[in-house]
């Protein structure tokens, strides 16, 4: 590993199951070479040992590609980031498990459901979005305030979409009520983007950040305030 952003290492655990005859995955990996100097990006498969004890990472990114090889591996991740301040970035599939998550510490659901992994369930936390957004894109709105808003901006951007599930509008509520905000939306999605304010970095996203670096864009700001956020010092 290199020296980082203030003289320290930094490695990020990315924590999914590498596959790149996904785009999304391709997209990835190129937004890794792009990372600042001193930053050190690891996949971490959702079935192995690196993904069960993650004391080595400094920031974890729940990453697409559902359904993942082990689900109670991605949940346990991400009570642990919650549990003890470690950055955590979660997209598409992240957004999705780290909505379970919530769901059940915050919200008092008991045994929160995917629809996904459970597609008879009554009423999921994670549902069917209202059209399937499998490679569109939508124009996401942060709402003002909001931790994502001032990394992304207010004003609406497109955003890049590989998912056929969202958070369940009736869910809402409950999530804002325990402390989650609701940071971003978008037609068909709902919510793009939820945050909690009072963890140093604990925010996931819908919208696939990395999508655009095979094409040359620029490393995109979330993703950079990320590995700033998981910089020890």
């Given at each position: 590993m290199a020296v980082g952003f203030a003289g320290t290492m930094t490695t990020l655990a990315l924590l999914g199951d590498r596959d790149l005859s996904y785009l999304t995955h391709r997209e990835l990996e190129a937004a890794v070479a792009q990372l600042p100097a001193g930053v050190d990006a690891r996949w971490a498969p959702t079935d192995s040992a690196a993904a069960r004890e993650l004391e080595w990472a400094d920031?974890?990114?729940?990453?697409?590609?559902?359904?993942?090889r082990d689900t109670d591996a991605v949940l346990r991740a991400i009570?642990?980031?919650?549990?003890?301040?470690?950055?955590?970035?979660?997209?598409?599939?992240?957004?999705?498990?780290v909505v379970l998550v919530l769901a059940e510490r915050l919200a008092g659901v008991a045994a929160?459901?995917?629809?996904?992994?459970?597609?008879?369930a009554a009423e999921p936390v994670v549902a069917p979005l209202a059209c399937s957004l499998l490679g569109e894109e939508r124009e996401v709105t942060c709402v003002p305030g909001t931790r994502l808003a001032a990394i992304c901006g207010e004003a609406p951007f497109a955003g890049f979409h590989f998912c056929g599930y969202g958070l369940a509008p009736a869910y809402e509520a409950a999530l804002e009520a325990g402390g989650a905000v609701i940071s971003a939306r978008a037609p068909d999605a709902g919510v793009e983007g939820i945050e909690l304010p009072s963890h140093p970095f604990f925010m996931a996203t819908l919208f696939q950040p990395q999508v655009g670096a095979l094409a040359g864009r620029p490393l995109h700001p979330l993703i950079g305030a990320f590995c700033a956020a998981a910089t020890p010092g």
């Amino acid at each position: 590993m290199a020296v980082g952003f203030a003289g320290t290492m930094t490695t990020l655990a990315l924590l999914g199951d590498r596959d790149l005859s996904y785009l999304t995955h391709r997209e990835l990996e190129a937004a890794v070479a792009q990372l600042p100097a001193g930053v050190d990006a690891r996949w971490a498969p959702t079935d192995s040992a690196a993904a069960r004890e993650l004391e080595w990472a400094d920031g974890i990114w729940v990453l697409p590609g559902t359904p993942y090889r082990d689900t109670d591996a991605v949940l346990r991740a991400i009570g642990r980031a919650l549990d003890d301040g470690t950055p955590l970035l979660g997209t598409c599939g992240g957004f999705q498990h780290v909505v379970l998550v919530l769901a059940e510490r915050l919200a008092g659901v008991a045994a929160p459901v995917h629809a996904e992994l459970a597609p008879d369930a009554a009423e999921p936390v994670v549902a069917p979005l209202a059209c399937s957004l499998l490679g569109e894109e939508r124009e996401v709105t942060c709402v003002p305030g909001t931790r994502l808003a001032a990394i992304c901006g207010e004003a609406p951007f497109a955003g890049f979409h590989f998912c056929g599930y969202g958070l369940a509008p009736a869910y809402e509520a409950a999530l804002e009520a325990g402390g989650a905000v609701i940071s971003a939306r978008a037609p068909d999605a709902g919510v793009e983007g939820i945050e909690l304010p009072s963890h140093p970095f604990f925010m996931a996203t819908l919208f696939q950040p990395q999508v655009g670096a095979l094409a040359g864009r620029p490393l995109h700001p979330l993703i950079g305030a990320f590995c700033a956020a998981a910089t020890p010092g």
